[in-house]
Structures are given as structure tokens and as C-alpha cells.
């Protein structure tokens, strides 16, 4: 029997004009054969190629899909799942079908994520300099948080990257914007995540998902191998670099406080207000249209963080805080406190108690005293004398035998 390839190829030389003789020398087939097809084709059965049969991988390709959106890429994990759900293949052939997903999610093309209003913002740092303090030279940290559909951006220096820092841009953006996204899309720093599980879900900076929960919002982490779903925030920190701090040259600021008022209003005056290269209209109209969008503040109080690190004070009763050394009673040698700063001081606190508080050192490796704190500290009970021994070294002692002695142990060995 025929395939239908072959039947395809003698009825196309048949309308070429070749007799049944050609035909039978050129395709090997006997003429009789060739004549039945040709004269009762729709009697012959025709043969395809037989159907793929699926793979022990294939079910679950729509639930590997699914995970890999979800961000989970690990083939342990997924393996782990898949034998959850019966699957029955090995390691190898899973491994086989993830590397050319991979690949296509590293080399696929940028798709622009286009967020409807009030749906999405975005946040980054960058870098931005140096200032110098006090004869010190600090980083220079620039913040970024950009609406997803208006491109509406609120922008601000700092000196870290603290997640207290972080907590206090985000609700001066709530106030600057007028209002809070639906969702927050985040690269992977770990002031907001922590880890991801063996499972592959994310585990959140607790005190940053109870934040987000105060003001009603959804954080979400940028796709791994997708960096480009969020270059919206990646290019506005390049556009600030490169016509922002660009645009100094001449006027460079007195400080942090001056560089962050000429920052916001440059933000104002000259980002918010540009036609925007990808939507080709101007910012600030589809801004209108985002905060109709956005959660109403409603006047909701400061997020009630309090930015504190546990620190264990030394056996001299000093407790170390940004590369200086603050005293505390010498009570709370050896134990574990909490270290804050509020204003312009840094405070020590145990457990609900405030048992120390200091103006800021000037600059790293000070070393902040407050006598009182070390007033009537102990020297230690003194030691007992060490109990010694004291010997003399001297030569072998000579037994000193008589004559006669030897001359009966020599009569004796003759025997």
C-alpha cells in the first residue's frame, strides 16, 4: 500500500504527462499499481505518517508552564512536583524540555508590559555618586517609582539603601502621586525578599508584607530570566542620570537636602511633564487618568516602622553602631539590645526599656562615652597567687661501694 506522499507524487507525474511505464521507472512501483491508484483512487487506502504518540512529559506541559510564569525554573523542585502528580519520567528528560524554555526566555524579545490605570508601579535603585559629609565620603542612592500606565515618576537621593529608607520613599511617593498602585513590581533586593522556598514560592521580608498590607498593595519580583519586564524603572533611573545629573554641571549642590529639592523639581517641572518617547502623549494627561484610578490615601497615618538592629554589648559595656562604639551601663555587659536611631540621636534599648541614648558620632570609629554609664563598674575579684613548684636540677648521685663488694659479684657471675 501506497502512503499519501507517494500517491500525491504519481498523480502530480501523471498531470505532467508521463506515461504509466515512466512513472513505474522512476518510482519503483509496479505498473499495475500505479494503474489502480490512478484509475480507482478513492477505493485505495491512503497511508500517512503515524501520529506522534505523547510523551510521559506532555500532560503536564500546561502545568510546567504555569510554574515557570510563577517563577519557578528549578528542575529539582518541579521534578519533586511532577512525581507529586504522577509523573513518571526521569530527571533527564524534564531537564531535556526545560533548557530550550530557558533559552527562549533569555532571547525573546522585549514584550512592553502596558499596565491599565492605577494597576502598577514600579521600583529600583540606582546609583548615583558620592557626597561627602563631615570629611567622609558617602554612597549616593537613587530612588525611583514610577507609575505603570501615566509614567508619572517620583524621585529621591538617600545615604542607604535601609528598608526603613525604602518604607519612608515609598509613602512620600503615596503622597506625591496621590495615591497607592494596585501592585508594586520589584527587582529582587532583600529588603524585600528574603529567599525563595524549596518550592520555589517567595518568602517576603515579613515586615516589608505587612507594610504592603497596611497601604493595600501587592508586591511582585520581577520573572527571573525576564529583567526586561520591568524596564520601565531601569530606564527612568538612566534617565535620570543622564539629563538630571547631566544638567548640574555649573550648579552642583550644596548637599543632600539641595540636591533632593532640585531633583523633585526637575521631576516636576521636566520629567512629569515631557511627552513620554512610547505612549506619545504627555505624562502628565494620562496622570489625570492614573490617580482616578489609584487607592485614596484617605489621611492613613506613617506606616509605624521602627528601624532597629539587635546588637550584643561587649564585656566593656559598649555597643557598636555604624562603625562607632556607644557606651551603655555596665549592667547590660554581654547581653543583646536593640540599637535605633531617632532624629539626630542613636538610642540602646532592652527589651521595652530605653537604657541609653547618644548624639550621632560626626564621622566612623568614635567612640561615645557617657560616664555615669560605667560609674562604679567592677574591676573583678583578684586572683589567688599561683601555687608553684620549684625544683633543682642536679648530677646523678654515685652509690659508693666498698671494694670487697665487687669482688664478690665477680666470684658469683663465675659460677
Known amino acids: 500500500m501506497l502512503r499519501g506522499k507517494d500517491v500525491q507524487e504519481i498523480e502530480e507525474l501523471k498531470r505532467q504527462g508521463l506515461s504509466i511505464r515512466a512513472i513505474s521507472r522512476l518510482t519503483g512501483y509496479d505498473r499495475k499499481t500505479i494503474s489502480r491508484y490512478l484509475i480507482h483512487p478513492e477505493g485505495m487506502p491512503v497511508y500517512g505518517p503515524r501520529a506522534k504518540q505523547p510523551g510521559k512529559l506532555d500532560p503536564f506541559h500546561p502545568y510546567l508552564r504555569g510554574r515557570m510564569q510563577a517563577g519557578v525554573w528549578n528542575a ?115 529588603t524585600v525578599w528574603l529567599e525563595t522556598d524549596e518550592r520555589g514560592e517567595i518568602v517576603w521580608n515579613p515586615v516589608f508584607l505587612d507594610f504592603a498590607r497596611y497601604w493595600g498593595f501587592t508586591p511582585r519580583l520581577c520573572r527571573p530570566y525576564r529583567a526586561q519586564t520591568k524596564g520601565k524603572v531601569e530606564s527612568g533611573v538612566k534617565y535620570i542620570r543622564r539629563n538630571f545629573l547631566c544638567g548640574l554641571q555649573g550648579r552642583e549642590p550644596s548637599g543632600l537636602s539641595d540636591l533632593n529639592a532640585q531633583l523633585r523639581a526637575w521631576v516636576w517641572e521636566v520629567a512629569n511633564r515631557r511627552v513620554h518617547g512610547t505612549t506619545h502623549e504627555s505624562v502628565a494627561v494620562r496622570w489625570k487618568v492614573d490617580q482616578l484610578s489609584l487607592q485614596p490615601l484617605d489621611g492613613q497615618p506613617p506606616y509605624p516602622y521602627v528601624d532597629d538592629e539587635l546588637r550584643k554589648v561587649a564585656r566593656d559595656a559598649y555597643v557598636s553602631w555604624q562603625g562607632s562604639r556607644y557606651s551603655v551601663p555596665w549592667a547590660y555587659a554581654g547581653r543583646s539590645v536593640w540599637v535605633r536611631e531617632r532624629g539626630s540621636n542613636v538610642e540602646v534599648h532592652y527589651g521595652r526599656d530605653r537604657i541609653a541614648a547618644h548624639g550621632q558620632a560626626r564621622h566612623k570609629h568614635l567612640v561615645v562615652t557617657q560616664p555615669e554609664h560605667h560609674r562604679g563598674i567592677p574591676l573583678g575579684a583578684r586572683q589567688e597567687h599561683k601555687i608553684l613548684i620549684h625544683i633543682q636540677d642536679t648530677a646523678p648521685v654515685v652509690e659508693i661501694r666498698p671494694l670487697a663488694a665487687y669482688e664478690s659479684a665477680a666470684m658469683g657471675g663465675g659460677r
Not at 131 to 143: A, D, M, T, Y
Open 76 to 190: 529539582q523542585v518541579l521534578l519533586r512536583e511532577l512525581r507529586e502528580r504522577g509523573y513518571l519520567g526521569g530527571y533527564t528528560l524534564l531537564t531535556d524540555w526545560l533548557r530550550p524554555q530557558r533559552e527562549a526566555a533569555r532571547t525573546v524579545a522585549v514584550r512592553r508590559f502596558e499596565t491599565p490605570p492605577g494597576k502598577q508601579a514600579q521600583v529600583d535603585w540606582g546609583h548615583l555618586g558620592t557626597v561627602e559629609i563631615n570629611g567622609e565620603q558617602r554612597k549616593l542612592w537613587g530612588f525611583a517609582f514610577t507609575l505603570g500606565y501615566s509614567r508619572t515618576m517620583m524621585a529621591e537621593a538617600a545615604l542607604d539603601q535601609k528598608l526603613g529608607t525604602l518604607l519612608r520613599m515609598h509613602e512620600e511617593a503615596f503622597r506625591q502621586l496621590g495615591g497607592v498602585p494596585e501592585e508594586i513590581l520589584y527587582d529582587r533586593m532583600k
